[in-house]
């Protein structure tokens, strides 16, 4: 069964504390691995996309890594408007439209 | 750019009543449309998802059913709601061929 774990559960970061939060994930054959971030109250924002290990993507003070079992997500040197909750999904090559979504990780960037 | 709405935005209903929730994409031709549900402290869990006009496919047994009555249009329903229906629905498109989805703003559903 296709599978997604997210750690930690909770952040807390000081701001300009660089960091990573994991996404290990279980799936028969990658088609490709998602990065969104959910504000409270609202609909995740599309991040990135990750195809294949070794691949890199950067957009601002991130950057999302991946490898053959799990990818990173770096924020370095974060600032108080980073705070939100970090999703990642991955799709399967046998299930060609469905995200299998991991439960998050609330990011907290304190001043 | 391509928009994606959600109607209403919050919405209280008691146990057994129906259930209407709406989604409307701008922007693009036949989007690849999907509803996902989202409770508390947990991941998304798709629940329908659509090619085309009239053709749905579900992903979860449960007493909801989903319509694509237009191209750009995809409705959530229930004819009697459960206390276990409450949670944030969201509603997300995707080009065919690119696998990207992007998400509404969601709605927020808690039945009493």
């Known amino acids: 069964e296709d599978q997604v774990t997210q750690s930690p559960e909770a952040l807390r970061l000081q701001e300009g504390e660089s960091s990573s939060l994991n996404c290990s994930y279980t799936?028969?054959?990658?088609?490709?691995l998602f990065w969104y971030r959910q504000d409270p109250g609202k609909g995740p924002e599309f991040l990135f996309t990750?195809?294949?290990a070794g691949e890199e993507k950067e957009k601002e003070r991130l950057k999302a890594t991946l490898t053959k079992k799990e990818s990173f997500l770096h924020i370095t040197a974060p600032k108080p408007e980073d705070s939100a909750t970090y999703l990642c999904?991955?799709?399967?090559?046998?299930?060609?439209?469905?995200?299998?979504f991991g439960s998050g990780t609330r990011l907290l960037v304190r001043p | 750019s391509q928009t994606i709405h959600q109607w209403p935005a919050t919405l209280v209903q008691p146990v057994g009543s129906p259930l209407s929730l709406e989604c409307t994409v701008e922007?693009?031709?036949?989007?690849?449309l999907y509803w996902y549900r989202q409770a508390a402290g947990r991941g998304l869990q798709l629940l329908f998802y659509?090619?085309?006009?009239?053709?749905i496919s579900s992903e979860v047994p449960q007493n909801l059913s989903a319509s694509r009555p237009q191209d750009r249009q995809f409705i959530l329903s229930s004819k009697k709601l459960l206390l276990s229906d409450s949670g944030f629905y969201l509603c997300?498109?995707?080009?065919?061929?690119?696998?990207?989805?992007?998400f509404g703003p969601g709605t927020r559903l808690t039945v009493l």
């Open positions: 997300a498109w995707s080009t065919s061929g690119v696998d990207e989805q992007f």
């Open positions: 922007g693009t031709s036949n989007p690849n």
């Open positions: 799936v028969s054959g990658l088609r490709g």
């Open positions: 999904a991955v799709q399967g090559t046998d299930s060609s439209y469905k995200l299998i």
């Open positions: 659509s090619v085309g006009i009239g053709q």
């Open positions: 990750l195809y294949s």
